[in-house]
């Protein structure tokens, strides 16, 4: 297959993810995943979405642009705003830590991000945004 693209721009609402996943599940169904796989890779794109939301933004308003490329059998997604960015992306990635424990979250988005994809990297800017670029090979 030959590289192929998508861009996705949509307001940080939370009514919004829902719509994120499926954008995501659709886009790269041409490769024919397993449920699992799908599945897994939903709950990634959640993830990633609801920190852009929930930290990036808070209660303000902006935007979640999604970006994904399939070339070959290898999708690539990346999730990015412009919020308030990561003062400390290491401490952020750590199993349970989370900058807003007054929402009573768990802190396992990177954790299950990483656990669902190949691949994780997460670049951030305080107070210029976040980007978020996950891997993953389709068999």
């Not at 303000?60 to 308030?84: A, P, Q, R």
């Not at 003062?87 to 424990?101: D, F, H």
Request: charged share 25%; net charge negative; glycine share 6%.
């Amino acid at each position: 297959m030959q590289k192929n693209s998508m861009r996705l721009e949509f307001s940080s609402k939370s009514i919004n993810e829902g719509f994120a996943r499926v954008a995501v599940a659709s886009f790269i169904s041409i490769l024919d995943p397993t449920i699992d796989t799908l599945a897994d890779i939903k709950t990634a794109v959640s993830e990633a979405v609801t920190n852009s939301i929930i930290h990036g933004y808070g209660n303000e308003d902006g935007k979640v642009i999604i970006e994904c490329t399939i070339e070959n059998n290898d999708i690539e997604i990346k999730v990015m705003d412009e919020g308030n960015g990561i003062k400390n992306i290491e401490l952020a990635m750590q199993p349970l830590y989370t900058s807003r424990p007054d929402l009573e979250r768990s802190g396992m988005g990177f954790t299950v991000m990483e656990t669902f994809m190949d691949e994780l990297k997460v670049e951030s800017e305080y107070e210029k945004g976040t980007c978020v670029v996950m891997r993953k090979h389709i068999n």
